[in-house]
């Protein structure tokens, strides 16, 4: 099985910084794209930004100029630096890599559990 655990999140003040990690373990072969996703009470999840395994990124309109994400292909790991923290980012967020298990052909989607990101004075 693969397993993708996130840690990072927690309450931060409006203008604060916080950085989510989120590691993939298991039986993997290889990972193609990596990235995150929000879903704030009351709302759709929503993508906040992605990696591909060659480094490039994409980010939701929201997020632009205050989050980058990157990676560590060896470490198997994600990160999603948020700086300028609002309101509006409060939610949980999620990790999502698209992994190739050993002996499998196809990529298919993993999850991780979610992390709490609160912005509140």
């Known amino acids: 099985q693969v397993q993708l655990v996130e840690s990072g999140g927690g309450l931060v003040q409006p203008g604060g910084s916080l950085r989510l990690s989120c590691a993939a373990s298991?039986?993997?072969?290889?990972?193609?794209?990596m990235g995150w996703y929000r879903q704030a009470p009351g709302k759709q999840r929503e993508l906040v930004a992605t990696?591909?395994?060659?480094?490039?990124?994409t980010y939701a309109d929201s997020v632009k100029g205050r989050f980058t994400v990157s990676r560590d292909n060896a470490k198997n790991t994600v990160y999603l630096q948020m700086n300028s923290l609002n309101a509006e980012d409060t939610a949980v967020y999620y990790c999502?890599?698209?992994?190739?298990?050993?002996?499998?052909?196809?990529?298919?989607?993993?999850w991780g559990q979610g992390t709490q990101v609160t912005v509140s004075s």
């Open positions: 298991g039986n993997i072969g290889s990972i193609n794209a």
């Open positions: 999502n890599a698209a992994v190739r298990r050993l002996r499998d052909s196809n990529y298919d989607d993993y």
């Open positions: 990696i591909t395994r060659a480094g490039t990124t």
